[in-house]
C-alpha cells in the first residue's frame, strides 16, 4: 500500500464516482470528490474492517449519512473487493436491478449498514450503533469493541433530527461514535450562506462533544484529527473543509457539481488535472491492487476476534449469534401463551398500554436483547417493567433508555440498534407523535428493520390534552405504509398476541396502538392460537345467517359487543369481526379475506379514527362510526358522545339500515 | 398596577392555575406556576397589547409554545380582561365546549396566537411571525413594529424542529424574536439531567443568537435581560431558571408537579405558601384591578397607531386589510382563467412541477402577498419566479425565502407567517418529505391556517433517485389527515385549476403533489369553471353505456387516456375519470359522488401509490394500478414497466373483466 500515493487512492474514488454518474446521466459527483481525501484516510489507516466478510459482528460501521453521495461508498467497496461489487455494478449505478441503487440500501447491498439519503437518517441510526455496540460491549466484553464512523453533510447537520441525535449521543458519552462532516459550504440552491450561519464546531461543543476544524484535503492533519477523536472520552465530530466536485475545473467549489452529471467536457477536464490518465471506470493495477491490499488489512484483527469469541462459553457464544442473528429465543412463544391463559383466568379491566406493560414484564423474562425506552413519557407509556436498569451516560449495564423529548432521534437509534445486531429495541411516546418520527419510521419499513413502537394515547380516548393530542388519521396515515404493521389490540389477551407477533416480524416494524383509557376484555375463552395473526377475526359470531356484520378495532370493540348484544335482543342477527390489523387483513389471500369479512349485508365498522381505508372492507355503501374530523378537549367518555362514536349509535344505524331493506 | 406588588400579581397566575387543574382533575400547574414571575414581568413591562382588541394587526404576539402550561395563558387572559375568557371559562377548564382547551387552540380562543402542544411547533411557528413582521414592515413601514416573544420549555428545546427554527431566525437575524425559556430541569421522566446535557445558552449563541442566564424569579433581572434582548441586533434566548411548581410544599421543584393536579392539601400549601389566602379562582380587587390595568396600557399605543394607520394612502390602507383578513385578490380568478386559456392555445409537455411554476409567475403579478420558498430545493421544486428577490440576512424586501434543509421548519415558519397575517405562503420540497413536515403541516390542517405545500417528484416516476427519495403511501397518508386538502393534478390547465383552489382556500392548507416527469396534457378544451373543483370530474365520456371507468390521478391520467383509446378501438365503452383531488370528490354530496363514479361494472384505479383510500370509489372488488410497496432505483419509464403502471396493464385488466362478465 506504501508504494501507491494517498493522493491517487483518493483519485480513484473520484474518477469512478464522476464515471458512474456520467454513465448515468444521473447521479451526485461533488460529495464523493470533495470527500475522498477524508474517506481515503478513514478507510486506508482507520477503518477496522475485513471485505472477506461485511458481516463480522465486531467491524467498525462506516455510515454515509449524506446518501446521495452513494458513488463514494460503492467505489469503495468496488475498490477494497466487496464480492458482490463488482465493476459491472458501478457501471450500471442507478439502473433497473443494479446492486448501486441512486442511495444506498443496506437490504439490498452488501456492506452497506443503513439506508441513507433522506437527510439525517444516518446520523440519526448512527446513535443506536454506537449505542448498541456499548451496550453490547457490557454484556459480553471484548468481542464487542468497534467506532461507528459517520460522513455526514451540510444537509445533515441542517435537519432537526441532527439536534436530537448529538443531543442524545452528547448526553450518553459515546465515545466511539465519530462524525466527519464534509463541510463543502455548497447546498442545492447555492452557497450554504444563502440560508445558513451555524457555527457547527461550536454547536457540537454545546451538545457535549468534542469537535474541531479541519482541511478535509490534507491526509495527516485529518489522520491526526481522527486519532485525538478516538482518544476523546465523548463523541466527535470533524468539520472537514472541503471543495465539493475537488478538481473539476469550472464547476469545484460550486452547486453545479452537486447532483447531476458532470458533462464530457469538465469531466475530462477534473480527470486531467487530477492527473488521471484512464478511461472511465479504469483503475491501474498499482490503485487497485493497494486498495484491495486495504480491504484485506482487518484479516489479522479478525482472526484474532475469532479467537476471542471461540473462547467464549457455548452458551454465551449461542446466545450471542441467535441474538445477533435476530433469531427469537424459544422460550417466548410459551411465555405469551402463559400470559394469554392467565389474562383469561383472572380478566382486568385495564387499558392497553396497561396491557402492554403486562406483556414487556412477561417479555423480558425470556427474552435478555429487548431494550426498551421512551421519549419521555415512561409513566403514561408503562413501557418501564419492574426489573428495568436504566442506560446511563458512560454506563451501558441498563436496558432501558431514557430517550428525551426526540422522537425521531428515538426511532432512529431505534433502528440503528436493531442493524447493529444484538437488541430488539422497543421504545414508546404518543401516537399522535408518531408525525414527528415517522421519517425515521419510514427507514424501519423500507430498510426492513425489526424495531417495535409502543404508541399510546391513540384516540379521542386520551381526552382532555385535545386535537393537538389526539389521533385521527395517524392509523390510516401508518397503516399506509408498506411493511409497516400496525396493530390496535382490544384487550389485554389482544394485546399479548400483538406484542408476539411485533417479536416475530423480524423483517420489518411493527407499531402497537394502545389505548389511555381502559377497555372491557372481549377475549373470555384462552386460545393457544394468535387469533390476531390474520389481522381480524370472528369475535362474536352471529345467531343464524348474519343480517349485520359490525368491525371495529382496539377501544371500540367493547362498543362493537354492547351493540351485538342490543341487536341481538331485537332479532337482528348480528356478528362482530375484531380487526386488530386492518391491513394485515387485508394482506390474507382473497378467500380467508372474504370468510372473514363475511357477507352480512349490512357491514359497519367503528373506529375512533378517520374513514380513509375502510371501504375495501364495508364498501363505500358501508356504515362507518368514527371521526370526521379533528377531536376536542373534553373528558373522553364525553367526546364519545360527542362524536357519536357509541353503541347506540351503531345500533340506530343498523337497524335503520334493516328495517330499510 | 404600582400598588400592588409583582408577587402578588404572578400569584394570581399561580392561584387560577392551580384551582384551574384541580377543577379539571387533570392538566399542568408545574408550568404555570414556574414561569409566572417571568410572565409577570413579560406582560406588565414590555408587552405590547390591547386587551379590548386583541386583533390589533400590530400588537406584540406572545406564543406558549410549552402548550401544556396552557392555563397560564388563559390566567393572563382573564386578568387582563380579554372579554371571551371570563372566570367561568377558567372554571370550565379541559371541558366540552369550553374556550380553555387543554392546549391553546387560536382557531377556538381569542387571545391565543398560534396552537401549540405538540412540543417544538410553538418556536417554529414563531419565526415566522417575526419574519412576517420584518417583511410586512419593509413595504408598510411604521404601522409594523412588534416583538414576538415566546415561552418555551425543555421539550421545546429538545424537539429537532427547535435547531431548523433557531438556525433559521439566527441566519436571518430576526432581532425582534425574544425566547424565554422556562429553564426549570424537570420533564415528565424525572430531572432533565436522566436525558439532557445541552449546553442552551452556548447552542444557542452558535446559533447566531444573544443568549444569557437569568434566575426566573427575580423580576428585575428578567427585565433587565428582556430590555438586553431588544436592544440586541440577533434574536434572543433569555434561559429563565425556575422551579417548576413553585410554591408547592412538596411537589415543587419535581417531576410531580409538572402534569397532573397537585391534590387538595399540596393545594393549600402552596396557597399558604405563596401567602394567597383566597379561595378557588378568587382573585382580590386590587389584584384583578391591577391586571386589568395591565390589559389597558396598550390602549394609547393603539390609538397612536390607529393615527398612523389612517393617515396611509386609501389604497394601501385597503390593502394592508385585505391581506390581513386573508382576501384574495379580485384580479386572481381572471388571471387563472387567462392562463388557462393560454395553456389549451399553446398546450405544454411539461411537469406539472413546471406548469406550477407557470401558475406562479401568473399568480405574482396579481398577488402581492405571496411569499414563496423551498427547504433547499428551489432548482428541482421550480418555485423560483423570474422576479423574485430573496430574503436576506437584516434584508427583508425580498419574496422568495430560502429555508434551507429544514421541512419542518419551513412548514411551521409557514404556519406562522399566514397566522401572523399579510401574507401567503408556499413552500416546497420533495414530496416524500412531507414525513419531515407532518407535524407542522397537522398543525396547518388543525390550526386551520391557509399555506401551499409545493410537493414535487410526487412518486416513482422522480427515478434514479430511489425508494428513500419515491413517495408511494405518501398521499394515503395526507389525503387521511383532515382539512388537508392534495391535489395531484394531471396537466398544465389542471395545475393551474389546482393552484386556484388552493390559493382560494383561506381556512386551511393545500398541498400540490406534482411531478418530476414531462406529461401529455389531457385538457385540450378551454372551460371557465374550475373542473378540479369536485376533486373528480369525467374526463374523457364513453361512447354509449360505460362498461369500465377508469379513475386517475396526475401523471398517471396521461395513461388512463392512452387505455381508454385502446379500449374504445376495441369496442369496449370506457369513460376516464380525472381525480385531482380523491378526498374533495368524497366530500361531494352522495349524489354528486355517485354522478361523478358512475355505475360501470368495471371500475379501475390508476395511481402510482399504494391503493389504500381508493376502495371508497372502486370498491373492493375493483382493479388497483399502482404500487403494492416501496420503490426502487431506476430510469422513470422502466420503473413504470417494473410495476406494470401502464396502459397495457389497464386494458388488460379491464379485457379480461369485460370479457369474464
Redesign the interface.
Known amino acids: 500500500m506504501a508504494q501507491v500515493d494517498h493522493s491517487k487512492m483518493a483519485n480513484a474514488i473520484r474518477a469512478l464516482a464522476m464515471d458512474g454518474v456520467e454513465k ?1 446521466k ?2 451526485h459527483p461533488g460529495l464523493p470528490m470533495g470527500a475522498a481525501d477524508v474517506a481515503t484516510v478513514l478507510f486506508t489507516q482507520f477503518l477496522k474492517f475485513d471485505a472477506a466478510d461485511p458481516k463480522w459482528p465486531d467491524r467498525d460501521r462506516f455510515i454515509l449519512s449524506a ?1 446521495h453521495g452513494s458513488m463514494l461508498l460503492y467505489a469503495l467497496l468496488y475498490l477494497t473487493g466487496n464480492k458482490e461489487m463488482t465493476l459491472d455494478q458501478l457501471k450500471n449505478f ?5 446492486k448501486t ?3 444506498p ?1 443496506n437490504f439490498h447491498t452488501s456492506g452497506v449498514e443503513t ?6 437518517q444516518g446520523i440519526a441510526t448512527s446513535v443506536g450503533f454506537a449505542l448498541a455496540e456499548r451496550m453490547l460491549a457490557a454484556e459480553y466484553g471484548d468481542v464487542v469493541d468497534h467506532y461507528t464512523y459517520v460522513l455526514c453533510s ?2 445533515d447537520l ?7 441525535a448529538m ?2 449521543a ?2 450518553l458519552k459515546l465515545s466511539k461514535l465519530i462524525f466527519l462532516y464534509d463541510d463543502n459550504g455548497i ?4 452557497p450554504l450562506t ?7 464546531v ?2 457540537f ?4 462533544w468534542n469537535s474541531e476544524h479541519v482541511d478535509g484535503h490534507d491526509q495527516s492533519a485529518i489522520a491526526a484529527s481522527i486519532k485525538r477523536a478516538q482518544a476523546s472520552d465523548r463523541p466527535s465530530m470533524i468539520a472537514c473543509k472541503t471543495t465539493i466536485g475537488f478538481g473539476a475545473p469550472k464547476k469545484a467549489g460550486t452547486s453545479k457539481a452537486h447532483g447531476e452529471p458532470l458533462g464530457a467536457e469538465e469531466l475530462a477536464g477534473a480527470k486531467k488535472a487530477l492527473g488521471w490518465d484512464y478511461g472511465p471506470f479504469e483503475v491501474p493495477d498499482d490503485v487497485l491492487t493497494a486498495w484491495r491490499n486495504v480491504g484485506k488489512q482487518g484479516a489479522s484483527a479478525h482472526a484474532d476476534w475469532t479467537k476471542r469469541f471461540e473462547a467464549l462459553p457455548d452458551d454465551k457464544r449461542a446466545e450471542f449469534t441467535r441474538r445477533n442473528d435476530h433469531v427469537r429465543p424459544a422460550a417466548m412463544e410459551d411465555a405469551i401463551r402463559q400470559l394469554k391463559k392467565k389474562l383469561v383466568d383472572e380478566p382486568q379491566t385495564v387499558a392497553t398500554r396497561k396491557a402492554s406493560e403486562l406483556a414487556l414484564e412477561a417479555l423480558v423474562q425470556v427474552v435478555p436483547e429487548m431494550v426498551i425506552g ?1 421519549a ?5 407509556n408503562n413501557t418501564r417493567t419492574k426489573s428495568a436498569i ?1 442506560v446511563k ?1 458512560g454506563d451501558f449495564k441498563g436496558r432501558y433508555i ?5 422522537e ?2 428515538m426511532a432512529a437509534a431505534m433502528n440503528g440498534i436493531a442493524l447493529h445486531g444484538g437488541f430488539i429495541p422497543a421504545g414508546a411516546t404518543f401516537m ?2 408518531t ?2 418520527a ?2 425515521a419510521m ?1 427507514i424501519s ?2 430498510a426492513q428493520i425489526p424495531v417495535i413502537y409502543i404508541m399510546t394515547h391513540d384516540s379521542i380516548g386520551l ?7 389526539q389521533p ?2 395517524h392509523l ?2 401508518m ?5 409497516m404493521r400496525v396493530f390496535r389490540p382490544a384487550d389485554t389477551v389482544e394485546t399479548a398476541e400483538c406484542w408476539q407477533l411485533a417479536m416475530e416480524k423480524t423483517n420489518g416494524p411493527t407499531m402497537l396502538a394502545l389505548s389511555r383509557q381502559n377497555l372491557t376484555p372481549v377475549r373470555t375463552t384462552h386460545h393457544d392460537d394468535n387469533l390476531c395473526a390474520a389481522g381480524g377475526y370472528e369475535l362474536i359470531a352471529a345467531k343464524g345467517k348474519a343480517a349485520v356484520s359490525i368491525f371495529a378495532s382496539g377501544s371500540e370493540v367493547e362498543i362493537a359487543v354492547a351493540a351485538q348484544k342490543q341487536l341481538a335482543d331485537k332479532g337482528i342477527a348480528t356478528r362482530v369481526v375484531s380487526v386488530p390489523s386492518l ?1 394485515l387483513l387485508l394482506e390474507q389471500p382473497e378467500e380467508r379475506q372474504k370468510a372473514i369479512i363475511g357477507d352480512a349485508p349490512i357491514k359497519i365498522a367503528v373506529e375512533a379514527a ?4 375502510w ?3 364495508i ?2 355503501d358501508g356504515t362507518f362510526i368514527g ?4 377531536g ?4 373522553a367518555k ?2 364519545y358522545k ?1 362524536f357519536g362514536i357509541t353503541a347506540e349509535a351503531v345500533v340506530e344505524a343498523a337497524t335503520s339500515k334493516h328495517n330499510a331493506a
Open positions: 448515468a444521473s447521479g446518501g442507478r439502473q433497473l436491478h443494479s441503487p441512486g442511495h440500501e439506508t441513507t439519503g433522506p437527510l439525517g451540510d444537509g441542517m435537519e432537526g433530527v441532527s439536534h436530537e443531543a442524545l452528547g448526553h447546498s442545492i440552491d447555492g444563502l440560508a445558513d450561519s451555524v457555527d457547527q461550536a454547536r461543543k454545546a451538545h457535549g421512551s419521555d413519557l415512561t409513566p403514561s436504566e451516560p431514557h430517550y428525551g423529548i426526540r425521531m432521534g399522535c407523535f408525525d414527528y415517522r421519517p419510514r419499513a423500507l381526552g382532555e390534552d385535545g386535537p393537538t393530542h385521527v388519521e390510516a396515515a397503516r399506509a405504509m408498506p411493511n391491513e378517520v374513514r380513509f381505508g371501504d375495501a372492507v364498501g363505500h371521526m370526521k374530523g379533528f376536542s378537549s373534553a373528558p364525553e367526546l360527542l
